[in-house]
């Protein structure tokens, strides 16, 4: 029979250490010569990430020694930072962020020179011995932006100085793609004010005799139409996602026209937050693989590009993504409600799937998994008045508790990042964490976040700051209004922008008990004059251009309203973070220390955006917890780990 206890005193096999321990991170996966291979990112090994190999005989071993570290930075958030070629394996070194060539048996050989260049999104060009690559090219010295282009580096011949550029002129660039004859080269560019899931081009040009480009057309795309994912078929035709239409379809160009291939309500891409999103792969000449979602839940299907027709394929996995194509072979990551983050092979003939790499060693205690519920709420608020938001709710579940009769549960309201970014339905162990303590979560995908159309991700330009956190307010009082949480302890938790999400939740309005940030935003004219270069003008959409239209920065900052803010707040900040740098924390805590609120600040030496050391992740989740503990007055099972709070 199950103990009676408390919401949030509940004791859990899921605990902050076990999540480091047992847990890795894992992306990129790529197949060569039957071996399945992965970049695995280790919290207990200083956040270093380490590619993977397993061989056909199920022999497991690293591809780099320490302190080699696989991590891009182009745009702060990297990614696209590794490619297999025949001589060996090409990455991004995270401590210099050359580019090197670990051939088998040698210690890697910079490719180009360390300094002032970044790189990503690495496409090789077989004929002429070199790769085609997005840099970055920071400033020596001053305050200018840096420059980006596409760039050819070569494989001989020793470190490049940033290799020869094939084009500059736009702000951005992603995804050069050379197609199969080796003749053309696809890419995508934007400019400034526009992120990636506004507008962007998709241009295609010739590769000439002396490996430079020819005049380039333009397949698709705009100002206002958003084009991700190119991919070559073996017959020269290009694929490609756009959402012409409000959906991230699929197209397809064949040197003249681009033209739908099948429309339907679902998303087909993710937002280019990172280099190296693979939603789309190529089987044959008219066939790809694709990972779609509808309503935030991903499936995979085959496409026939000349029939117009999708095969869904029966898995029990709601994410699903970073797609590569070798043969038959299918190779990417997945997860589902009770299934942890995986590498994961798949045979398109016979349909058989195989895990290859779980994210976490431990198995998931059945009687410790809350499932996520898919919901819809009425909210209101914005440019588009009253409408109905989506979000997953997390109901507690732990086999071995109840809660006393009549007692409901707090409930964590969780506001995600970007904030064109979006929830999953997936397995995710810090979820679990909290619900398997009696905790009630909900993760809210507000208006702005993909997954929905672009009219849904539309709908925060212009709102940030009040759509958002419109949405998460009417979440938490819809799931109260049923029964599902106690409305006197709804807490809202969030990082980056939903971070800023929690300080407007907590300052503007009067719905929450408590809060945690994580690297959150407290003023939005310090975000918009000291933040890097990618994100330099995103806030011209969601908020308003700057200076122009700084009363909108100022009725928007929590920093300048702290005499509204009557609730305990923790805060967790990296020291290095260049996105959002410690001031926009250090700020809000005095302020909010001179009121006398019960307030708590942790700041972690060393870490960027988004902490990647085990001890960062144990003690940020556990002082969570204990903080939560304090405020509310109930001691957590496990004894978790103290932090310092001040009032308290």
Known sequence: MPATAPYGTWASPVTARSLVDAGVGLRAPWRREGAVCWL???A????????????????????????WDVRGRVHEYGGGDVIQLAEGLVFCNGLDQAVYLAAPGREPAALTAPGRDRF????????????????????EQGHAEPENALVAIPLDGGPSDGGTVLVRGADFYASPRLSPDGRRLAWLSWNHPNMPWDGTDLWVADLLGDGT?????????????????PVWLPDGRLAHVCDRGNWWNLRLWDGGTSRAVLPMEAEFARPLWVFGNREVAAVDARTLVCAYSR????????VDVDAGTLDRLELPFTDMGELFVDGRTVTFLASGPDLPNAVVTLDLDTRRWETVKRSSAAEPDPGCVSVARPIRFPTEGGPTGNSEAHAFYYPPANAGFAAPAGELPPLIVKSHGGPTAAASAAYNPKIQYW???GFAVVDVNYRGSTGYGRAYRDALKGAWGVADVADCVAAARHLAGQGLADPQRLIITGSSAGGYTVLCAVTFHDAFRAGASYYGISDLEALATDTHKFEA???????????????????RSPIHFVDRLSVPMVFFQGTEDKVVP?????RMVEAIDAKGLPVAYVAFEGERHGFRKAESIVTALEGELYFYGRVFGFTPAGDPQAIPIRNV
């Open 435 to 437: 619900t398997s303590r």
């Open 295 to 302: 309503d935030g839940l991903w499936s995979l299907g085959v």
């Open 44 to 67: 207990n090994g200083g956040g270093r990430t380490v590619p993977v190999r397993r061989a056909p005989d199920g022999t497991v071993s690293d591809l780099l020694p320490a302190p």
């Open 120 to 139: 990503a999104d690495f496409t090789y060009d077989g004929a002429r011995r070199r790769l085609i690559a997005v840099r970055e090219r920071h400033p």
């Open 213 to 229: 480009l020819g005049e380039a057309t333009r397949v698709a795309g705009g100002s206002h139409e958003a084009v991700v994912q």
């Open 40 to 42: 695995e990112s280790r």
């Open 582 to 586: 410690p001031a926009q924390a250090e």
């Open 537 to 555: 003008r995103y806030l011209d959409s969601l908020v308003g251009p700057y200076p122009a239209r700084k009363d909108l920065y100022v009725q």
